[in-house]
């Protein structure tokens, strides 16, 4: 479980730690629900440690724990080179954490109608002043209908928009009255307003379901997956003075297994799933021939056209008329208007 006082080092979240926390939650974050897999590793950064660490191999457990558990770090704590090397290829830049919070600002002035509501911002120096006050809400609004409103971080990377454990550029951890991610924000929220475990834990969960991401490369997507995951430990033992349980520990890793998810974003579909070249079979007045199909997607550069796998979502809000469950899945594109 987290300790209070963390320093930069101990910013990686180790997936031995989650492994001993719970194989099931190292397992569920490894997930990928569009494919049935898990998430694959996207990057060519880690082909030098043998053929399972290929682009596009799956990113496994026995990949990044144990003699393995130092593989994947985050991006401040790589080698100036390795940073290079990923801006270069996939022009991979981490925002500061006083520029997140600027403009998560302003998704903030938008909804509440007015500034300043979580923190006045310290332009000069790059920093901010938290409002230590209990949030206030326009009439009209209430905190659960913040709690509710939809969040999204696109190519997320390791989610600083999101959840703000450390500022990625420095490494520097940011205490948790600090934060200013926006599920950071939600949780605030939903701790100032409740005060009973139950309740707490659904409206966390809650906060979870309305935050989404989407990221590339793997390492990036487990990075802001597990981020996720221990800033909801966080917050819940700051409240309670105690480590929630492991079954909603493993639930809110399971939503976080949908929200976060691997995806072009210009396309779609899961990364390099599209096909060009293929041959296949048709039947005509003449009996069965073959030919090439190609990508139109990617030939008219149209999103609705590839023949690549188009990514999935959990519809979190339907629920089966006769069974009860909620178990809709919908395209990410079906989405766009």
């Known amino acids: 479980m987290p300790n209070k006082d963390e320093s930069p080092s101990l910013i990686d979240i180790r997936e031995d730690d989650l492994m001993a926390l719970s194989s099931e939650v190292l397992d569920t974050l490894l997930r990928d629900h569009t494919t049935g ?3 694959f590793w996207a990057t060519h950064d880690y082909e030098a440690l043998g053929s399972e660490y290929d682009y596009h191999s799956q990113i496994l457990p026995a990949l990044i724990t144990g003699k393995h558990g130092m593989v994947i770090r985050p991006r401040v704590l790589k080698t100036k080179e390795e940073q290079t090397d990923r801006a270069k290829d996939m022009a991979e830049v981490f925002t500061p954490s006083w520029v997140c919070n600027a ?16 923190n006045t911002e310290d332009n000069a120096n790059h920093t901010w002043q938290d409002n230590t006050l209990k949030i206030e809400f326009p009439e009209g609004k209430t905190w659960k209908d913040y709690v509710r409103a939809t969040r999204m971080e696109m190519t997320c990377g390791e989610a600083p928009y999101l959840v ?7 490494g520097n951890p940011i205490p948790l009255q600090h934060r200013i991610g926006l599920l950071d ?19 966390a969960q809650m ?21 996720m995951l221990w800033t909801f430990i966080e917050y819940y033992q700051a409240k309670f003075g105690k480590a929630p349980l492991l079954k909603s520990i493993n ?27 293929i041959v296949v079979k048709e039947m005509d007045l ?37 069974t009860g469950e909620n178990n809709r899945k919908i395209r990410f594109i079906d989405l766009i208007k």
Request: net charge negative; glycine share 8%.
């Open 37 to 39: 897999r898990n998430i």
């Open 103 to 118: 403009q998560n600002n302003l998704v903030d002035e938008a909804w509440f109608g007015r500034k300043d509501v979580f």
């Open 164 to 170: 703000s454990r450390y500022d990625t550029t420095t």
């Open 185 to 203: 924000r939600k949780l605030r929220v939903v701790s100032e307003n409740v005060d009973e475990s139950g309740e707490w834990l659904e409206w």
């Open 207 to 227: 906060a979870y379901k309305n935050t989404y991401g989407f990221e590339w490369q793997g390492d990036n997507l487990l990075l802001a997956r597990e981020a």
């Open 251 to 277: 639930y809110i890793a399971y939503i976080i297994s949908w929200n976060i998810w691997q995806m072009d974003g210009l396309k779609g579909v899961v990364p390099n799933s599209c096909k060009e070249g």
């Open 286 to 322: 003449f009996g069965e021939t073959e030919c090439i199909e190609h990508c139109k997607g990617c030939q008219q550069d149209n999103i609705r056209l590839h023949n690549g796998v188009y990514c999935l979502l959990r519809d979190w809000g339907h629920k089966d008329p006769k």
